[in-house]
């Protein structure tokens, strides 16, 4: 074999070589790593696997979502590695973006939260969703989050007299038989009746079934009998029969009940009490003069009757 022929042999294997590099080459590239790596985002509500939405939120106003991305390569968990998550409204848009490191286990956890930007309600009605993304293995994933409410804002509005013109009360006697105005304001997506309780304390002071509409506040009026509550300073509230998730709000009220003859909240009946009914004598509710606080009978009219029963309880506690 002479030296030509040797160099073209040369030159030959030489160029299969390159060609077998390049197939090479070419087979690495065709299968990269994004390719073996996976990510899987879901709530702690569910949502694992691909195209499987987590179960229902209740809107509540800066509620907490937890929120996990589990990232493996090749089948094996991948720690230290950071996720980026995006929360995204129902227009797409991204409200809130977060990340963290994988820990041992391949799972990265962050809370989102559905912030209270928007003064329309309904806005945050519908699928919500999350966007976990692995940005150095170059995949992400995603997961609905349906948005759903259900809560109440209940309570005790005021308590007044049945006496026509008369203020919010604080202050009521034994024989008094007053107002409750306990409002229901709804969120919720749909009509919905439950019932509503009013309370002194832990006893009833009536129940009233009301139909709501989402965003319409009710007011719903209860008769409160005196007549069989001990004096002492009480507190009036309300309840629904509707679960409570989180976000129900509930007020509530105070009323003392005073011992007949205390005009002044003194806890005790003397000439200071006498006093006042004398600056209210003969006045009637609606006239420049009347003072409730003097009203012992609940008549509306401050007359003997009412002398009457400061004198059965003068000089008592």
Not at 305 to 314: R, V, Y
Request: hydrophobic residues 40%.
């Amino acid at each position: 074999m002479n030296k030509r022929a040797v160099s073209l042999t040369f030159v030959s294997m030489l160029l299969l070589l390159m060609k077998m590099e390049m197939l090479f080459v070419t087979q690495v590239v065709a299968e990269p790593a994004s390719s073996l790596a996976v990510i899987d985002v879901f709530t702690s509500k569910g949502g694992q696997g691909p195209n499987v939405p987590s179960d229902p939120f209740d809107f509540c106003k800066d509620e907490d979502i937890p929120l996990y991305a589990y990232l493996e390569y090749n089948g094996t968990p991948v720690p230290d590695e950071y996720v980026s998550f995006e929360f995204r409204d129902l227009l797409g848009r991204t409200v809130c973006a977060r990340g963290s490191y994988t820990n041992a286990s391949g799972i990265a956890f962050v809370l989102s939260r559905i912030l209270t930007v928007c003064g329309d309600p309904t806005y945050y009605f519908g699928n919500w969703s999350v966007t976990a993304t692995a940005y150095a293995y170059e995949v992400s994933d995603s997961v609905t989050i349906p948005i759903t409410a259900h809560y109440v804002h209940i309570g005790v509005a005021y308590v007044y007299c049945l006496a026509e013109n008369l203020d919010a009360c604080t202050e009521a006697y034994p024989t008094w038989i007053i107002d409750v105005n306990v409002f229901v304001f709804y969120i919720g997506e749909e009509t919905e009746t439950f019932n509503v309780t009013a309370y002194c304390d832990n006893d009833t002071i009536g129940m009233k079934t009301v139909t709501v509409t989402p965003f319409v506040e009710e007011d719903l009026i209860f008769n409160w009998d005196l007549s069989n509550v001990c004096v002492d300073t009480h507190v009036i509230w309300a309840n629904t029969s509707v679960p409570e998730p989180p976000g129900t709000i509930r007020a509530s009220y105070t009323v003392r009940v005073k011992i007949l003859g205390d005009a002044s909240g003194d806890d005790f009946v003397d000439v200071d009490d006498l006093q006042i009914i004398g600056l209210s004598w003969q006045k009637c509710v609606g006239e420049i003069g009347y003072d409730p606080r003097a009203d012992f009978n609940f008549d509306t009219l401050i007359d003997v009757d009412d002398l009457q029963f400061l004198g059965w309880n003068w000089l008592k506690p």
